[in-house]
């Protein structure tokens, strides 16, 4: 089984973030494979370069081999690429798993806070764009934490 694992790449703390996951997700069995994009140099060595046109079709070739994509749909809004990858893994029929962990989406039976809500201005919820979600709901699922990602996966190896 081949992932695509989905995420910004290019702060440190999502590079330790991916390999953080990505690490977990290998060790779950020995039959996955996970392409994770800041692990193929030709395109990601940002010391090097590479056009765009290179990046979209090396990119479009390991998801659209891969039987599975992981999205991290975490900051302060998702990754412009993240984005992409979703709407092409929906367009190829490519399940995907959507990990949304910001810890705003909590308390959402709260008197309190759906109550803020009706503040103008107020929000204590994060957003996150309904159509992707949509897309990923539509051929995939939702989770809040790595553990439910982990579990998520076995339903599909």
């Known amino acids: ?55 979209a079709q090396e990119d479009n070739k390991e998801l659209l081999s891969s039987d599975l994509v992981v999205a991290i749909l975490d900051g302060d809004t998702m990754d412009d690429g993240v984005a992409s990858e979703i709407g092409l893994a929906f367009g190829k029929d490519i399940p995907v798993i959507g990990v949304y962990t910001d810890l ?33 709901k539509m051929n995939g699922q939702m989770v809040n934490n790595i553990d439910d990602m982990l579990s998520a996966i076995k339903k599909y190896i």
């Open 1 to 55: 089984m081949k992932i695509y694992f989905a995420n910004g790449l290019f702060a440190l703390a999502d590079r330790m973030f991916n390999e953080f996951v990505v690490d977990k997700i290998r060790k779950m069995d020995d039959t996955i494979e996970v392409y994770l994009p800041q692990e193929n140099g030709d395109i990601n060595d940002k010391m090097n370069y590479a056009d765009s046109i290179k990046i």
């Open 104 to 136: 705003r989406q909590h308390g959402f039976e709260n008197p309190e806070k759906l109550e803020a809500v009706k503040g103008l201005g107020e929000n204590p919820f994060a957003y996150i764009n309904n159509y992707t979600v949509g897309l990923i």
